[in-house]
C-alpha cells in the first residue's frame, strides 16, 4: 500500500468553496468509514478536522465537510478565510498490521 | 488541558539509537491506543507504530519494523519509542498522537526532530 493520492495544490478567493479529493483503494479508502482529514499550519503539529468520514471534532467550524464515494473520499472548505490556508492530508484506516493507517500526499490550500 | 509533549529528539549517527518519550497530561495514556507518526523534512505525513489501549497489542509501518520499538509506562503517564539502527532515512519530525476509538488521531504532541547524520 501506498500514500493516498492529493492533489497538490489548490486555491480559492475568500469566501469561495473548495474541495480537496484523496483517492485510495478498496483496502483503505473504500473499505472502511475510517477516513480522516487533518489541517497543519507551517511548523505546527496537525490538527484533526474531519474523522469516520464526515464528523467533526465537537466546537470545529461547520465549514470544513468530508465525503466519501468508493475509493474516493473528499473534503470541502465552504467560505474561504485566510487563515485556511495550510497543508491538509486525508488518513485512512487499513486494517494490515504492516501499515495500520495511510496517509495522503497532501495538499497546499491557497487563499488568493 | 490535554497535552502530549514530546522529548528525545537530536542528532544520531547512522545505525545509532535514541529513545523518544511522550508525556501526556489531561487523561491516561493507558487508557487509549496511541501512535508515533513522522514527517521527514518537507514531506507529508507518515505512520510509524501504534500501541494498542491494552498495550497486548503493539504494530510497525515496513520501514521501521524490527528496529523501533513501542512502548508504555502508565506509572508515569509516557508513552515511548526506542528507535535502533537508525538510517539516514529516519530523519523527521516525529509526533505523538492520541488515537480515538473512531481511528483518527485527535491530539498531537508539538513534534520533536530527529536527525540521523554522520
Known amino acids: 500500500q501506498s500514500a493516498l493520492t492529493q492533489p497538490a495544490s489548490v486555491s480559492g478567493s475568500p469566501g469561495q468553496s473548495i474541495t480537496i479529493s484523496c483517492t485510495g483503494t478498496?483496502?483503505?479508502?473504500?473499505?472502511?468509514?475510517?477516513v480522516s482529514w487533518y489541517q497543519q499550519h507551517p511548523g505546527k503539529a496537525p490538527k484533526l478536522m474531519i474523522y469516520e468520514v464526515t464528523n467533526r471534532p465537537s466546537g470545529f467550524s461547520n465549514r470544513f465537510s468530508g465525503s466519501k464515494s468508493g475509493n474516493t473520499a473528499s473534503l470541502t472548505i465552504s467560505g474561504l478565510h485566510t487563515e485556511d490556508e495550510a497543508d491538509y492530508y486525508c488518513?485512512?484506516?487499513?486494517?494490515?498490521?504492516?501499515?495500520?493507517?495511510?496517509f495522503g500526499t497532501g495538499t497546499k490550500v491557497t487563499v488568493l | 488541558e490535554v497535552q502530549l509533549l514530546e522529548s528525545g529528539g537530536g542528532l544520531a549517527q547512522p545505525g545509532g539509537s535514541l529513545r523518544l518519550s511522550c508525556a501526556a497530561s489531561g487523561f491516561t495514556v493507558s487508557s487509549y491506543a496511541m501512535s508515533w507518526v513522522r514527517q521527514a523534512p518537507g514531506k507529508g505525513l507518515e505512520w510509524v507504530s501504534s500501541?494498542?489501549?491494552?498495550?497486548?497489542?503493539?504494530y510497525y509501518a515496513d520501514s521501521v519494523k524490527g528496529r523501533f520499538t513501542i512502548s508504555r509506562d502508565s506509572s508515569k503517564n509516557t508513552l515511548y519509542v526506542q528507535m535502533n539502527g537508525l538510517r539516514a532515512e529516519d530523519t523527521a519530525v516525529y509526533y505523538c498522537?492520541?488515537?480515538?476509538?473512531?481511528?483518527?488521531?485527535?491530539?498531537w504532541g508539538q513534534g520533536t526532530m530527529v536527525t540521523v547524520s554522520s
Open positions: 478498496s483496502s483503505d479508502v473504500g473499505g472502511y468509514n475510517y
Open positions: 488518513s485512512s484506516y487499513t486494517g494490515s498490521s504492516a501499515l495500520l493507517y495511510v
Open positions: 500501541i494498542s489501549t491494552s498495550g497486548g497489542s503493539t
Open positions: 498522537a492520541r488515537r480515538m476509538t473512531a481511528r483518527a488521531f485527535d491530539i
